[in-house]
């Protein structure tokens, strides 16, 4: 079945480093991809998405580039913050009306100053 | 435009207890989606309603499960009998369109914890 594969984490950086969090994804057909973003004691928000090949979703500073010959949506930004501290979840999502988001077990990362 | 409104936020309940989660989707939105996160683990879709329908409710456990969308009011996510194992946090997501790509907007959540 479909599926979301992304990095384990606890990711721990300094703040300014860069940041790649990797995320490869099993799908029947085409879907659409998202990165979502958690942080502590919320729901979630989406942050970015791609909804074909070659699709470059950015927002914050984060980008993530829809791979189709690699199955892959890594997560990249050049210099983190503090405050980028959150628990990121990679979803997709077939595309097909009324079907669900299927997630990735999240990775968790620890920017400090 | 409020978003999606989940209540309550935290909800403790003792063994055999029933809990009851709702969620208010966003103005306009006819479809919710709930998932559930448990510890250390990623979000599973558990049931996808319109207004007055359970389209997809593959995600749910069988038994002591249920939820419903009414034409009126909040959806409810209803556990009888919880089990220590129901601990974790319930997201309700809604979208406006039943549209291939429509975006799914997550309320805050719900973390039930079970004693």
């Known amino acids: 079945g479909d599926s979301v594969t992304q990095m384990e984490g606890p990711v721990t950086l300094s703040e300014e480093a860069f940041l790649t969090i990797n995320c490869t994804y099993t799908?029947?057909?085409?879907?659409?991809l998202f990165w979502y973003v958690q942080y502590p004691g919320e729901g979630l928000q989406l942050l970015l998405k791609?909804?074909?090949?070659?699709d470059k979703g950015s927002n914050k500073g984060f980008e993530a580039t829809y791979r189709k010959e690699t199955t892959s949506f890594h997560l990249e930004k050049g210099s983190v913050q503090v405050s980028d501290s959150a628990v990121y979840f990679c979803a997709l999502k077939v595309n097909q009306a009324g079907t669900a988001l299927i997630f990735g077990k999240g990775t968790t990362l620890s920017v400090s100053s | 435009n409020a978003g999606v409104m989940q209540n309550p936020r935290h909800l403790v309940r003792r063994r055999g207890q029933e809990a009851r989660l709702r969620c208010s989707p966003m103005k306009g939105h006819s479809h919710v989606y709930w998932y559930r996160q448990l510890p250390e683990e990623g979000l599973k879709f558990m049931v996808y309603l319109q207004k007055e329908n359970i389209i997809d409710e593959s995600g749910m456990p069988k038994e002591r499960f249920s939820a419903e969308f009414p034409k009126e009011g909040p959806s409810i996510l209803r556990i009888q009998q919880v089990v220590r194992g129901d601990s974790a946090a319930y997201f309700c997501?809604?979208?406006?369109?039943?549209?291939?790509?429509?975006?799914?907007?997550f309320g805050p959540g719900t973390r039930l914890t079970v004693l």
């Open positions: 799908a029947t057909g085409y879907p659409s």
């Open positions: 997501a809604s979208s406006p369109a039943e549209g291939a790509r429509s975006e799914q907007f």
């Open positions: 791609a909804t074909k090949a070659d």
